[in-house]
């Protein structure tokens, strides 16, 4: 039995359970539905999951809640596409509203990428971040290892790293409209910017652009922090021409804690789309530490966007 393509609501069900590894109960998927618009009552949710249970997609874990079943991953993945365009941006914007950080005193929250790496990988895992950002092709220069989240599978160890995403939510409550435009591998040679080999407008792909390059082994992240020679993971941000100062002047104050700089910034920025009405601002992805660790040959997963969480927790690794 399958559902049916226009119940958004079960599609929705299913997908927070894609993304959550631990069971979920109907309290905190009827929380995350309201943020996403569906506002449902914890015994409809609770009408939902039954009716999925006995569907096979989803199955019940003791008392903690429900995780999907083989064939409802499958229902997942095979969702209408058209339904699914969107999704990642719409979640990253939704997480660059709830990040308050304010580049001035250092306070706040910032959007955070959830890594879980095997126990005996996370040593090596560790060192492999940390050339990264030695060698200043990181988002952010720090790192959190987590003692204990439900998140993180038994036998796992979690890394959190910042997500650039962060940046939106810095320019957004200075009044400044933002736009994540594209997902981009960035070339090197001897140091100096070649230019780009592929951009991928977040607007209109179902997958996030940057997890594809690394999943694809489209990066050289290892050979550009070894040599100045690879290719580097970055996004493309647009903001307003008439903002081009004040944006200058925010992400200055923001390398003053700990933020890597832009690559570039203007209307037309190496071989990026120009427009006479929009600045470029390309940045290092948080994602380049994952990029470098997984081309070592470490087993990471990472969720792009998992959460906020105070910039005091983050200055300091482990």
């Avoid at 990988?121 to 030695?134: L, T």
């Avoid at 009044?175 to 070649?194: C, D, H, N």
Wanted: aromatic fraction near 8%; proline fraction near 5%; hydrophobic fraction near 40%.
């Amino acid at each position: 039995m399958r559902l049916i393509p226009s119940e958004r609501k079960y599609l929705e069900i299913l997908r927070i359970l894609k993304e959550h590894r631990e069971p979920m109960g109907a309290k905190r998927l009827s929380e995350i539905l309201a943020e996403r618009g569906f506002v449902l009552t914890d015994r409809a949710v609770q009408y939902y999951l039954r009716y999925l249970d006995e569907t096979g997609f989803t199955q019940k874990v003791g008392n903690t809640g429900r995780i999907l079943t083989r064939e409802g991953m499958k229902e997942t993945e095979s969702a209408l596409v058209d339904e699914r365009i969107g999704f990642i941006i719409s979640k990253l914007e939704r997480l660059a509203f709830r990040s308050t950080f304010d580049p001035v005193n250092g306070t706040g929250d910032v959007a955070y990428n959830l890594s879980s790496v095997p126990e005996d990988e996370a040593p090596g895992v560790v060192r492999s971040f940390e050339k990264v950002s030695k060698a200043g092709y990181g988002f952010f220069s720090s790192y959190r290892i987590l003692d204990r989240d439900p998140r993180i599978p038994e036998g796992q160890v979690g890394i959190l790293s910042l997500c650039s995403i962060t940046i939106d939510g810095v320019l957004q409550r200075s009044g400044i409209p933002v736009t994540m435009a594209y997902g981009g591998r960035l070339a090197f040679e001897g140091k100096a910017v070649k230019g780009f080999l592929d951009l991928i407008g977040y607007r209109g792909t179902t997958i996030d652009p940057l997890q594809l390059f690394i999943s694809a082994g489209l990066t050289s992240i290892r050979e550009l922090v070894a040599s100045g020679s690879g290719v580097a993971l970055v996004n493309v941000r647009e903001v307003p021409v008439p903002a081009l100062d004040r944006v200058r002047e925010l992400l200055a104050q923001m390398g003053r804690w700990g933020f890597t700089p832009p690559v570039g910034m203007g209307v037309r920025v190496f071989n990026t789309p120009q427009s006479a009405h929009h600045v470029s601002i390309i940045s290092y992805s948080g994602m380049n530490m994952v990029g470098h660790g997984v081309e070592e040959g470490y087993h990471i997963r990472t969720e792009i966007g998992a959460g906020n969480i105070q910039f005091s927790k983050m200055q300091n690794p482990g």
